[in-house]
């Protein structure tokens, strides 16, 4: 399966998706640093699910 097919990908391109309107909604006492934790964290699973993407890929064989 292709990475880009994953429904994990997917799922979390469409959490962040929501999520970014979503943060300015949040009550202005708390917005901007429970903003900026919780996007922090939502683009850290992203970053490293695409990480975990690039290393399951087999490696192709160099050429001689």
């Known amino acids: 399966m292709a990475r880009a097919e994953m429904p994990i990908f997917v799922r979390t391109f469409d959490f962040l998706s929501w999520l ?35 290393r399951q890929q087999p490696c192709k064989p160099a050429l001689r």
């Open 20 to 54: 970014l309107p979503a943060s300015n909604h949040f009550p202005r006492a708390h917005r901007h640093t429970f903003t900026a934790r919780l996007l922090g964290a939502a683009f850290d699973l992203r970053e490293r699910l695409e990480r975990w993407g690039f």
